[in-house]
């Protein structure tokens, strides 16, 4: 009888969620689900685009990544800080107002020490509620890239979150979850319906919306589940289970773009590929020559020179890569033309190079490649390794997860490691302060100019825009002089569509579900 | 019976320490978690203040007692991933992974049984070389590439089935389930049938074996001779006798299954336990995988213990040599 009961009410539920009335709904997949709701706890480019359907940012980008007003209206920069004038009239999902007093309490809090945020955010010293729909942010010196900071810095409700008592992010040596980790309140255009993490989560349109009717999105509900195996990922698209997959394999794009219905779309990323040289060390760990080659700049050229970019391109990357001798992508300011267009290849001049460097037979070093984090990453790094053989550079390659490469990375424990680098900011600083720097907590190359040391400081705080821009240029061609890294190429980011949806893509991989049109 | 009982109690505890110390002391090789929880742009300062407050630089000895403590306290911690009590999640998790591996131990013992009659019985047919010839893919294909397989037959091109999840599920109290509605059963078959192959077929092969042994038995002898139906003696006689030795291999499989379901439900998004095991491994989630790991050796234990505790039972030989 009960059983029979609960059968009846599933098929109530089976023929209410079918689309008996228009309804779009949109059903996607990809690797990995967000970690979390909490909007200031992981700084992770899945949790950043779940949350961004419900959660907004004062400053946002289209999918073009220019700057865009969202939560504020406009901004400007004075002496000391920026002024943000707040956009009226707009409601969290519970109902209550969006004010400045809320703007202020979610810095603070993405400035909590729990917070993934705080690093982002460090220059801001104090804020000040001018009105309620003005606040001012104080700032460490000129901030000239405030804005361009904030783009994933999501605003939160006051109020909701002092009655939820999640008034700082999850911590991790905490023993309770806290309520924002699978609730949400934010401003955006949808609103959670439900979530399981790993398996579903709904979204439905929010009426209320402040910019309903300023976009051309139709959607009117999310469905989200993702599928960690790739082959399953691209089964459920050609299946017609999911509309959309943001990941598809590099290798399956020939297969949906041959399927009837289905396209592909595909846009040059920001991240770049490059091997790291430590130039740093006195003597190379795992080399059997004498001292460091790396330390000659003649060896760093000759290291360039040995790789072949277009046959990269052409036999890994199946024509999917952009070869590049700039560890920075077009699309961040700082990015030329001419500093991005790839060295040629030469093995002789590399070989001559060497034996001018004092290395005429060469030397031998390991490479650290993770295996699981970048396109085709290990068969990029297979390539290299036969590559430099040709200039008797013997390369032994180590291959191994993320999270075991990268630590090799942060703890200075490698001579010759493949690292991506992505800018969020869309503004050299950020290459600089982590790549460059004598001091970047990235810089494992060990790659230490004066001037290039002096013009990070400096555009930190230059808000003359012609000046600050000439000063990223002079920086860049030094770094192009002294070669510190071997770059390879800018990955290309594919995503698989069904032909009765229209998403646009965008060069930072995130989906924005306000611009998706269901036909 | 008592002590006997008490003894196996000790050792099973023994061997529950040493199984969690040696898959603790195995974290160490993983990686680095900390990686996995910050930003890129976290600094170099943040990343060991995070590596202190978890206390991953501790000694490995003292970290070890610190979790085998916790646990004794019921206390898995939070996941590093998605910062949620391991236990909820596992809780959670149970569920469907219990209910794959009750459907797919159903569909290995129903078709091992019946198929390995067949082909114990007719030993000679076309029928019985072409199952024992397809049933070899069963044992030599992995996992992954049958379930891959089925996929690509069943959903792409017949669309006959979903390719992944599970769907249709109803909250019946805690217990999440998907085993009373049609959408539950049709996105459960093909992970069922992708699990339960590799038991199938050591199944099948063990009642063929046992079947052909005990047709050549002096009893089956003596009873054809009295006259008896072929079916009597098939069935009441032969596969009575055979039963035996298949419902201990079965027993001691239930453990497999659920270890096996690792791979099975990352490639089907299942979303039980195996799922989220490899899900925690990608990221070096501590938590979850010395919890996860205590859970399957604990599952072994116990059945291993219950298995003993039938034979002391069954068998007076055990009893007697003490």
């Not at chain 2, 219990?98 to 290995?108: D, K, R």
């Not at chain 2, 659920?258 to 439900?265: D, K, P």
Request: glycine residues 6%; proline residues 5%.
């Amino acid at each position: 009888m009960h059983v029979k009961h609960l059968l009846t009410a599933s098929v109530l539920t089976l023929s209410a969620a079918s689309p008996a009335f228009a309804e779009n709904v949109l059903r996607w997949t990809s690797q990995g689900d967000a970690l979390t709701l909490d909007p200031h706890s992981q700084n992770e480019a899945p949790t950043i685009a779940m949350n961004g359907q419900m959660y907004e940012t004062l400053v946002t980008r289209d999918a073009d990544l220019v700057l865009h007003p969202e939560l504020a209206e406009s901004w400007e920069a004075g002496a000391d800080g920026w002024t943000f004038n707040l956009r009226k009239g707009v409601k969290f999902h519970d109902g209550s107002d969006f004010t400045a007093e809320d703007v202020v309490f979610s810095f603070e809090r993405a400035k909590h020490e729990a917070s993934d945020y705080k690093e982002q955010i460090k220059s801001i010293t104090s804020m000040e509620i001018v009105d309620d729909h003005t606040v001012k942010m104080m700032t460490d010196g000129v901030n000239p890239i405030l804005p361009n900071q904030l783009t994933s810095l999501y605003i939160m409700d006051k109020g909701w979150a002092e009655a939820n008592d999640v008034l700082v992010p999850q911590d991790y040596a905490a023993k309770e979850e806290n309520f924002a980790v699978r609730n949400a309140n934010g401003t955006g255009p949808f609103v959670l319906e439900s979530r399981a993490p790993d398996e579903m989560t709904v979204l439905t349109r929010n009426a209320d919306w402040w910019g309903e009717g300023m976009f051309p999105g139709n959607v009117d509900k999310i469905e989200y589940r993702p599928i960690s195996n790739a082959a399953t990922r691209v089964a459920a698209l050609l299946s017609g289970e999911v509309d959309f997959v943001l990941d598809p394999p590099l290798q399956d794009l020939k297969r949906i773009e041959a399927t009837d219905g289905l396209t592909v779309k595909t846009a040059a990323q920001i991240r770049s590929i490059f091997f790291g040289m430590d130039q740093g060390v006195d003597k190379l760990r795992t080399s059997d020559a004498e001292g460091n080659p790396f330390k000659d700049v003649r060896v760093r050229e000759a290291m360039n020179l040995a790789i072949d970019r277009e046959a990269i391109k052409r036999v890994v990357m199946e024509g999917l890569a952009f070869p590049t001798s700039m560890i920075t992508s077009p699309g961040v300011l700082g990015n030329t033309p001419e500093n991005d267009a790839p060295v040629g290849t030469d093995p002789e001049r590399a070989k001559a190079l060497l034996a001018e460097a004092g290395y005429p037979d060469g030397f031998s070093v390991r490479l650290d490649c993770p295996n699981d984090r970048y396109n085709n990453d290990e068969k990029i790094c297979q390539a290299a390794v036969s590559m430099y053989a040709r200039i008797g550079v013997t390369v032994n390659l180590d291959a191994i997860p993320k999270s075991q490469h990268f630590p090799k990375i942060q703890n200075r424990e490698t001579d010759f490691y493949m690292l991506g680098w992505g800018v969020p900011t869309l503004d050299s600083h950020y290459v600089f302060s982590y790549l460059l720097d004598s001091e970047g907590s990235w810089n494992a190359a060990g790659y230490n100019n004066a001037r290039v040391n002096e013009i990070t400081t400096d555009i930190a705080t230059e808000i003359d825009a012609a000046k600050r821009t000439s000063m990223i240029e002079e920086a860049w061609t030094l770094v192009q002089a002294d070669m510190p890294y071997v770059p390879i190429h800018h990955q290309v980011l594919a995503w698989g569509l069904a032909a009765s949806v229209d998403i646009p893509i965008a060069a930072d991989d995130a989906f924005r579900p306000r611009f998706a049109v269901m036909k | 019976m008592i002590s006997f009982i008490a003894k196996r109690l000790a050792q099973s505890v023994l061997v529950m320490a040493i199984v969690s110390a040696v898959s603790f002391s195995l974290f160490n090789f993983v990686g680095d978690p900390v990686n996995n929880m910050v930003g890129q742009d976290a600094t170099r300062e943040q990343r060991l203040e995070i590596r202190d407050k978890l206390g991953l630089d501790d000694p490995i000895l003292t970290q070890y007692s610190r979790f085998v403590g916790n646990i004794l306290q019921a206390d898995f911690g939070l996941s590093y991933r998605i910062k949620r009590p391991v236990d909820d999640l596992i809780a959670e998790r149970l569920p469907a992974t219990l209910e794959l591996v009750f459907v797919s131990a159903i569909i290995s013992l129903f078709f091992g049984i019946v198929l390995g009659i067949y082909t114990g019985i007719k030993r000679n047919s076309w029928g019985s070389r072409i199952i024992l010839s397809t049933s070899l893919a069963g044992v030599s294909l992995p996992t992954f590439v049958i379930g891959i397989a089925l996929i690509y037959v069943f959903a792409v091109h017949l669309r006959w089935l979903p390719s992944s999840g599970r769907g249709g599920v109803v909250e019946l109290g805690w217990w999440k389930t998907s085993l009373i509605t049609l959408e539950g059963w049709r996105s459960i078959i093909l992970p069922a049938i992708t699990l339960s192959l590799f038991q199938l077929t050591l199944i099948l092969r063990l009642v063929r074996a046992e079947m052909l042994e005990v047709m050549r038995t002096d009893y089956i002898k003596f009873a054809r001779a009295r006259g008896l139906s072929e079916r009597a003696i098939n069935f009441r006689h032969a596969l009575r006798n055979t039963l035996v030795p298949v419902i201990t291999i079965i027993g001691l499989n239930i453990g497999g299954l659920v270890a096996f379901s690792v791979v099975t439900e990352t490639v089907f998004q299942w979303p039980g336990t195996g799922l989220m095991f490899i899900q925690a491994v990608n990221f070096v989630d501590v938590p979850i995988m010395a919890a996860y790991l205590v859970f399957v050796a604990l599952l072994f234990v116990v059945i291993n213990l219950i298995v003993d505790i039938l034979y002391f039972v069954v068998d007076p030989r055990i009893r007697l040599g003490g």
